[in-house]
């Protein structure tokens, strides 16, 4: 952010405000540790915050400090409507357009609120008054941090903020073993735990808590896994019946891409998830090197994300859509064959 950017927003945070702060659909660690992070931070100022995710989220981020207070617009619409219509200010954040946010998507378009993004996702949308989109950071947690320290405040981070700030940095680098993980992000992770996060029941809250069903789902996703090695290219299916079977929830699918992106001379990695419900196929695409799912998940599956690490989907049928994936490789063999 610009020195007038920061200097108008501290302006507009030295009284109190009524702010609601929001992340995408679907949300993930760095999606509920950066809107929880803001949120502790906001009333530690005196401000009256409310943060309102667009639906449900995985159990394994419900230990985060302040998950109480979060509000679910699909559950409680006409109480979060009224939130947002009545908020001075809506932070926006862990996304860049507001179709990410599935119902909520024309309350926050018609809303007179002033917008403030903060976000590291590809290709922002001209919505906020105030937009801190930066595609080199690791996480909106670690963007998070930047702000309260542009603001001035780093000695009001507590141990509830550090604990939400660590939360999405930590998944949002796979801890800490993705490039877009830098020494000035180990730096926020020393800070972080010297204020109070702890690091270790963290990383257990998130990765180390499985049941019987889920790790039976991960066996079914590795006996479904397909590799396509003259495109070095591998993909795993999961379908709704599938998916039943082992009683899914919300979140038991996080992180089982990685596994075909972990095959010896893989380079582009992929899972086909099927949502009856919603009717389409959930998409998430992983890469390595310089190969970009993001370009490939806007060109072919109306996603996005970043270089390495996107979604997307499609309205075809589980079949199909694989058949789609397997068709356009060709035409990529080029590149992932040089990643």
């Given amino acids: 952010m610009n020195k007038q950017d920061i200097s108008n927003i501290k302006q507009l945070l030295s009284s109190p405000k009524k702010i609601v702060i929001v992340p995408h659909k679907n949300p993930d660690g760095d999606a509920i540790g950066s809107t929880l992070g803001l949120y502790h931070y906001l009333l530690k100022n005196n401000h ?47 996304f860049n357009a507001f179709h990410r946010t599935g119902n909520m998507e024309s309350v926050l378009a018609e809303s007179r609120a002033m917008k403030i993004m903060i976000d590291h996702h590809q290709a922002p949308d001209n919505y906020a008054t105030y937009m801190y989109s930066d595609v080199r950071m690791s996480s909106t947690c670690e963007m998070v941090y930047h702000f309260i320290d542009f603001l001035g405040d780093q000695s009001l981070i507590d141990a509830n903020i550090a604990a939400c700030l660590y939360l999405g940095i930590m998944t949002d680098t796979g801890s800490f073993r993705f490039s877009c993980t830098t020494s000035t992000t180990h730096r926020i992770i020393a800070n972080l735990i010297e204020k109070g996060a702890d ?20 066996g079914c996703a590795l006996t479904n896994l397909k590799i ?112």
């Fill in 48 to 94: 009256q915050a409310q943060v309102i995710v667009p639906n449900d989220y995985p159990t394994f981020l419900k230990w985060v400090p302040g998950n109480d207070s979060i509000l679910i617009h699909d559950a409680q619409t006409t109480s979060c409507n009224a939130l947002i219509n009545d908020a001075d200010i809506i932070f926006t954040l862990d």
């Fill in 199 to 218: 690091n270790s029941s963290i990383h257990n809250n998130v990765y180390d808590t499985n049941s019987f069903e889920r790790l039976q789902l991960l």
């Fill in 228 to 339: 396509i090695p003259e495109s070095r290219a591998a993909y795993i299916t999961l379908s709704q019946d599938e998916l039943n079977r082992y009683n899914y929830k919300k979140g038991d699918t996080e992180g089982i891409v990685n596994y075909a992106l972990s095959l010896d001379g893989i380079v582009l990695a992929a899972i086909f998830i099927e949502d009856r419900q919603e009717g389409i196929i959930k998409i998430s695409l992983r890469s390595k090197g310089d190969f970009s799912v993001n370009e490939l998940s806007r060109a072919h599956f109306n996603g996005g994300g970043h270089t390495n690490a996107a979604g997307g989907r499609s309205e075809v049928s589980l079949i199909k859509t694989v058949e789609k994936f397997i068709s356009i490789l060709p035409s990529y063999n080029q590149d992932l064959n040089h990643a």
